[in-house]
């Protein structure tokens, strides 16, 4: 029994030390039905951080975390989970959330979705990382790609 225990713990360290390294966070959602916003989630330290909250373990609703999710985003979050939920098929997406200081920032999720069964989905467990610092290059690119398309276009022919 030691052994395992050990074990355990070992891998759980590994796991602990990975997740920092990468700056990702782990969280878990119960389903409580079939509307995802009947579910509760459960955010590690660090993915209430990624979410600007205080950084310890967070629990609430999914409509309390669709809160923390960019206004122009929370149908599109909402429609992917439900959908996955639905379907009981893993997801992959990329949002924005607001933090209270009014900061936006980019999150990307991916999660797989268990089911009973029934087929009906039981829980979701999943990761998030910050995506802001690569959208922003990516934006400050497209700027500037679209900038100099437009300076081409205007130029007087030679």
Not at 3 to 8: G, K, L, N, R
Not at 130 to 143: G, N, P, S
Request: proline share 4%; glycine share 6%; charged share 25%.
């Amino acid at each position: 029994m030691k052994v395992t225990a050990m074990y355990s713990s070992e891998i759980k360290m590994r796991l602990e030390l990975a997740l920092e390294a990468a700056q990702m966070a782990v969280w878990d959602s119960e389903i409580h039905g079939p509307d995802v916003g009947d579910s509760y989630v459960i955010w590690s330290a660090k993915g209430a951080e990624l979410l600007g909250r205080k950084p310890h373990p967070l629990q609430h609703r999914f409509n309390e975390f669709l809160l923390c999710v960019h206004p122009d985003d929370r149908q599109y979050v909402r429609h992917t989970l439900q959908q996955a939920i639905d379907l009981c098929t893993d997801y992959a997406l990329e949002y924005r959330v607001v933090w209270p200081d009014s900061s936006v920032h980019w999150l990307a999720a991916k999660a797989q979705v268990f089911c009973g069964a029934d087929g009906a989905a039981l829980r979701t467990l999943g990761i998030i990382w910050d995506l802001t610092t690569r959208k922003q290059i990516e934006l400050e690119t497209a700027e500037k790609k679209r900038v100099d398309g437009s300076l081409k276009s205007t130029s007087p022919p030679r």
